[in-house]
């Protein structure tokens, strides 16, 4: 694994430096949209809907529309505002563990020691597990405040961002608020069903159906020569204009850079005539 984040997880006096790893990762097969007749690799490009004209990432800029007008956020704009400027991870409470709801927590992440001693790191995993509590921390990563848990996994201190309480919907049913009669035979009878299938969690003992069999459908296409040669759909190509031109991607994107430092440095002596 590599680490994303380096940082300090902090409460009181107490600092704990740390390595944050994902703890995570998307196991379904990675497939691509092709053309159905000759199997060309489907690509998708940049267009302004006003000119169409293909526009370089560098010329991207972000839009919030309210569905009557629409605010452009230039990247000065984003810049401007609280960047990810703090690399410390900061302990705000320590709450009973029940009390975290289990529809709020998010991405996961492990924490590893990032010091010559891990005392502070395996002193704050003992006090965790021995107070049966969950701690709830501020952080900020790849330019957003975040808020998580940091709970224990064995010997593993894990950091598990916490959705915003106005990010979790209501759950309002009206169906639910009507009363409904429940007979004691009916409750003791659900309870012996429940307990006829019950067991021990093993989360290996589940595999993802649905991806085996995919993967075993592309082994039998590839063993039965079933295939195209990827160098004719899938292979690096340059991209291409609205003329058909080769465009070298890299010379793009430097004339692209160096038209924007051009545009910026004119703009420049502007705003200084205008102050004076």
Not at 8 to 24: D, E, I
Not at 66 to 93: H, M, N, Q, W, Y
Not at 176 to 194: C, G, N, R, T, Y
Request: proline share 4%; charged share 35%; net charge negative.
């Amino acid at each position: 694994m590599r680490a994303i984040w380096k940082g300090a997880l902090t409460f009181g006096l107490v600092n704990v430096p740390v390595k944050v790893y994902s703890a995570t990762e998307d196991h379904d097969v990675s497939l691509h949209q092709v053309h159905s007749a000759d199997g060309g690799r489907i690509r998708y490009q940049r267009i302004c809907e006003i000119d169409g004209e293909i526009v370089p990432f560098a010329d991207i800029d972000r839009a919030y529309d309210d569905g009557e007008k629409t605010v452009v956020l230039t990247k000065d704009d984003f810049a401007a505002l609280p960047a990810e400027r703090s690399r410390e991870i900061d302990v705000v409470e320590f709450v009973p563990t029940e009390q975290v709801d289990l529809l709020t927590l998010d991405k996961a992440y492990y924490l590893e020691p990032d010091s010559t001693s891990p005392k502070a790191y395996v002193l704050l995993r003992k006090t965790l597990e021995q107070t049966d509590r969950t701690a709830i921390v501020r952080f900020s990563l790849r330019q957003k405040t975040r808020l998580a848990a940091l709970r224990v996994r064995g010997d593993v201190l894990v950091l598990q961002t916490l959705l915003w309480a106005d990010e979790v919907r209501e759950a309002a049913f009206p169906s639910l608020d009507e009363p409904v009669k429940i007979s004691a035979k009916e409750l003791e009878l659900s309870a012996s069903l429940v307990e006829s299938f019950a067991s021990d969690f093993d989360p290996s003992a589940y595999s993802d159906d649905y991806q085996d069999e995919l993967r075993t459908l592309i082994e039998a296409k590839l063993e039965k020569g079933d295939a195209l040669d990827t160098s004719e759909t899938f292979a690096e190509r340059d991209e291409t204009d609205a003329g058909g031109e080769v465009i070298d991607l890299m010379a793009a994107l430097r004339a692209s850079v160096e038209k924007s430092r051009a545009a910026r440095a004119e703009k420049t002596p502007e705003k200084a005539k205008k102050k004076a």
